[in-house]
């Protein structure tokens, strides 16, 4: 992995934390939603994808949880409203 995409997965990583506790200092206990921020980073990381965050990235991240219809809903919001603060 370039040392440009390890950077970005690390920049990710700290915003990415810095939302979580956002969220629960306003209340959220926000521990399902910071598993599925985490899993995404973990993506981005084994992909060797670089930033900004896509449209592309979140669906193929989005589109490969195996669950219900649901689910994958749930995720691209929790998703949206990371991109959203990014």
Avoid: W
């Avoid at 690390?10 to 899993?39: D, H, M, N």
């Amino acid at each position: 992995m370039s040392g440009v995409m390890r950077a970005y997965a690390g920049f990710l990583a700290e915003k990415l934390e810095r939302y979580i506790e956002l969220r629960r200092s306003l209340g959220y206990t926000f521990y399902k939603q910071a598993g599925t921020l985490r899993a995404f980073v973990r993506y981005v990381q084994s992909s060797e994808l670089d930033g900004p965050v896509t449209r592309d990235m979140v669906l193929n991240f989005v589109l490969s949880f195996s669950g219900p219809a649901n689910g994958r809903a749930i995720r691209h919001g929790v998703l949206r409203r990371f991109c959203g603060y990014l």
